[in-house]
């Protein structure tokens, strides 16, 4: 019996575990608005972000508030 419920206790402690490591996940949202010199929001401006670590590229379109968003993105962007 005694074996069993360590087991038990392993199998549960195992989950636990893998599941506050997977919260721990480094990523970030990335929310903006693009606007211009006098201060007005930029529609429909293309906004190009760069990952610095591993060089993925992101290419979004603002909306017509200049705002745009990247969701679940590395925050070691530039």
Known sequence: MYLRSAGLRLALFSLFSASAIFAQRDLATLVGTVTD??????????????????????????????????????????
Do not use: C, D, M
Request: no cysteine; hydrophobic share 35%; proline share 5%.
């Open 37 to 78: 010199s006098s201060g007005g929001v930029v529609g429909n401006a293309k906004v190009t972000i760069t990952e610095i670590e591993t060089g993925q590229v992101y290419s979004l379109v603002t909306s017509a508030g200049g705002e745009f968003v990247l969701p679940s993105s590395h925050p070691l962007i530039r």
